[in-house]
């Protein structure tokens, strides 16, 4: 077989058989044998060994090595030096694919460990910021040292983060790891449901190192117009600025960096958000600055006052990287729908009822159970949730450029069938991305990354679905089949339920 024919098989079967993660110059591939199946420490580098020194179709033999350059675990180098010693001694040659299938098979079932360590959450880094082959001499302890990993929580301990409330594992992995990578979280569902509980329950576990509230209750009413709603005002004819107590929040947040801080807007579309929250939609979508900050601010007063300086009020305010917004939200004849713009900047979270039968089993355990967390896990939970101190800005890394490489087919797939005004961009692309990783390396897990983007497109992509069956029936046959070849079980139960409301009423929509 010619470097060629090489090239032109594995281009024609990566989507079905591959992933191949980087190709560097001629020479080296890094792969693994089948999507989402190995973590960077079972990739394997296929050397592509030329017979003779001649140009183009020449022949050439596949040697299979594995790349351990990288790793921070000793356990784990001191057993995939076990598994090179293992592939050098068999010389594993290949030509066709389905050899190369079938030898990961054999190793795998020959090394448990292989397997074992699909969950680990050992941190990779590349030397000189290229994929190296084997290189029997080399010494770990030159490289530079990965960052510090997360212990693994205590599944009991995280089962008691929302404490006495009767949520599925969905919710509870889709609220937490919503509000960590986006900050921004919309919880839609009928009234009664504990949509508002779920926040209070959640913000206990973070006190403020000032020894003050770092949560707010907004209630917004149907009056809200512009930011001054939110914010406050100046009164020249006091001279005072009017403060209120989301801005009261957002100084003690800026004082407290190391806190994070939450705001609830209680029914938030009883009014348009469109209107009130226009300043803080464009400015959180602003660039963040070194500290996290974003880059532009809202502008609040023009005053020289010797009262307004006394209160603290800055002319304008950047919002700090440790402040979180949720929303809750009805939808009925005295609420507003939310626009694209909205929609676009959130994680939106669908509350149901489940069953009763459960319900009333969760009673009769909360009967007996403590929901105290202990300091510790109370300790891991805020370092995993601000994202060691990142907060939720996406780090543009390997990392994500690996999970990006994983998912970005199923995206552009994703966005062909929906017509232009449905699409997405760039924004919800790293967004998707950003869930799936901190989702991964979280307190509170989903099954595995296959439902973390089940849940993400759930979130991100269908609450902008509303309309007629004219509009909507071709779309939904498309996702619908798309997301069952997919397994995306989550997605797949709303576009049903969303189907079967349009098909009875003639319209629907997410919420």
Do not use: C
């Not at 089948?34 to 296929?46: A, E």
């Not at 973070?206 to 009413?221: C, E, G, H, L, W």
């Not at 803080?280 to 609040?300: A, C, H, K, M, P």
């Not at 909360?366 to 907060?391: C, H, P, W």
Request: overall charge neutral; cysteine-free; proline content about 3%.
């Amino acid at each position: 077989m010619t470097v060629e024919e090489f090239e032109k098989i594995i281009e024609s079967y990566k989507r079905e058989y591959l992933t191949i993660v980087k190709k560097i110059g001629a020479d080296h591939i890094w792969m693994a044998p089948n999507k989402g199946d190995w973590y960077h420490s079972q990739y394997f580098v296929i050397d592509v060994k030329r017979n003779s020194s001649s140009g183009s179709g020449q022949d050439v033999d596949l040697t299979f090595a594995v790349n351990d350059a990288s790793i921070a675990n000793p356990v784990m180098i001191a057993n995939l030096q076990l598994l090179k010693t293992y592939i050098q001694k068999e010389n594993f040659k290949y030509s066709l694919i389905q050899d190369a299938k079938n030898k990961f098979k054999e190793i795998s079932d020959k090394f448990p460990f292989v397997k074992a360590e699909k969950e680990s959450k050992v941190i990779y880094m590349d030397r000189d910021s290229k994929i190296n082959n084997i290189d029997v001499g080399f010494s770990p302890a030159i490289i530079k040292q990965p960052q510090p990993v997360l212990p693994v929580a205590n599944n009991s301990e995280a089962e008691k983060i929302f404490g006495d409330l009767h949520l599925n594992n969905e919710i509870k992995a889709s609220f937490y790891n919503g509000l960590k990578s986006k900050g921004f979280v919309i919880l839609a569902g009928i009234s009664g449901i504990g949509k508002t509980k779920i926040f209070e329950n959640f913000v206990r576990h973070f006190v403020s190192q000032t020894a003050k509230d770092n949560f707010v209750f907004v209630s917004i009413r149907p009056d809200f117009r512009d930011t001054k709603s939110l914010l406050g005002y100046y009164n020249p004819l006091s001279e005072e600025y009017q403060i209120t107590p989301l801005l009261e929040l957002l100084i003690r947040a800026n004082d407290d960096l190391k806190t994070p801080h939450f705001v609830l807007f209680d029914e938030m579309n009883l009014a348009r958000v469109e209107y009130y929250f226009a300043d803080f939609l464009s400015v959180l979508e602003s660039q963040r600055d070194t500290n996290g900050y974003t880059t532009q601010s809202i502008q609040l007063h023009n005053s020289m006052s010797d009262k307004v300086r006394q209160q603290r009020v800055p002319r304008d305010m950047k919002i700090p990287p440790n402040v979180y917004f949720i929303g809750s939200v009805n939808i009925d004849e005295t609420t507003h729908m939310f626009s694209p713009k909205v929609i676009d900047r959130a994680f939106t979270i669908e509350f149901d009822v489940g069953s009763f039968k459960k319900y009333t089993e969760f009673l009769e355990d909360r009967l007996v159970e403590d929901y105290t967390l202990s300091a510790d896990f109370k300790k891991l939970m805020k370092k995993d949730f601000i994202n060691q101190g990142k907060y939720t800005v996406i780090k543009k890394d390997e990392n994500f450029v690996d999970t990006a490489l994983l998912h970005f087919d199923d995206l552009e797939n994703l966005n062909l069938m929906l017509p232009k005004h449905l699409r997405f961009g760039y924004r919800v692309f790293d967004e998707i991305i950003a869930f799936i990783i901190n989702s991964r390396e979280s307190v509170i897990k989903f099954n595995d990354d296959n439902e973390a983007f089940d849940i993400a497109i759930k979130m991100k992509i269908l609450p902008k679905f509303h309309g007629t069956r004219d509009k909507l029936e071709t779309i939904f046959d498309n996702l619908s089949n798309f997301a069952e070849r997919k397994k995306w079980n989550h997605t797949l139960k709303k576009i049903n339920s969303m189907r079967e409301n349009m098909i009875s009423m003639g319209y629907t929509s997410f919420m």
